[in-house]
């Protein structure tokens, strides 16, 4: 149904767990992103990895570790997460250019307790 | 960077009028302007999208138009059906892969 796919769609973890997030995209894109999206909130851009190198990275905590080890899969490593970090996180592709949407996963609805 | 701000926030519409979504950017830099709709419990999907070089584009009962001079664009939708209920989201983009997302429209159709 879409070309980019998230695991898990949920995913609740304390804040001492280690967990990933992953995305696989089968567009033939050149730029994936991680996007979080809580409530009443624009979509905040957290990192983006164009050609598999990280080309932004949007003063998100170290908490959070991206991952992209080739143009169709990336990573979301969390770790020693905090309750305000319960959102849901989307995955996207693009083509990579200034003028290409984005295309979004379905997200992974993440509740940290 | 760029700012996007998006109003209304909230919209309700009767069936078969027409519902109007407006933002504005900053950065006169910008030069793609997609608009996604979300429904409950979905992923952002792209309805439309405007190149600055154009200042109106359509497709059926969607139209968006730009204004590149006072830096606002808007989304039309004409003929609402219960089925267009959702978050409406506008973003500006300039390039080098950077989406700026307004904080988004929940539009109601009421049947």
């Known amino acids: 149904e879409t070309g980019v796919t998230q695991t898990p769609r949920h995913l609740v973890m304390g804040m001492t767990n280690k967990k990933s997030l992953k995305c696989e995209q089968h567009l033939g894109h050149n730029a994936m992103y991680w996007y979080k999206q809580s409530a009443k909130k624009p979509l905040e851009l957290m990192f983006v990895?164009?050609?598999?190198?990280?080309?932004e990275n949007n003063s998100v905590p170290s908490r959070f570790s991206p991952e992209c080890p080739n143009s169709s899969h990336l990573f979301l490593h969390l770790h020693t997460l905090q309750p305000e970090d319960s959102a849901l996180y989307l995955c996207a592709s693009s083509h990579g250019t200034g003028d290409s949407p984005l295309h979004f996963g379905n997200g992974t609805r993440l509740t940290v307790t | 960077g760029e700012n996007v701000e998006q109003h209304p926030s909230t919209l309700s519409v009767q069936e078969g009028d027409s519902a109007v979504i407006k933002c504005t950017y900053s950065?006169?830099?910008?030069?793609?302007f997609p608009w996604y709709k979300q429904e409950l419990g979905k992923r952002p999907q792209l309805i439309i999208d405007?190149?600055?070089?154009?200042g109106e584009k359509k497709d059926q009962r969607i139209a968006v138009t730009l204004n590149k001079t006072a830096k606002h664009f808007s989304l039309h939708i004409t003929e609402t059906q219960p089925e267009d209920s959702a978050v409406y989201f506008c973003?500006?983009?300039?390039?080098?892969?950077?989406?700026?997302f307004g904080s988004g429209t929940k539009l109601n159709v009421k049947p």
């Open positions: 405007i190149r600055s070089n154009v």
């Open positions: 990895y164009s050609l598999e190198e990280r080309v």
């Open positions: 973003a500006a983009s300039k390039g080098f892969n950077k989406f700026y």
């Open positions: 950065d006169s830099a910008s030069n793609y």
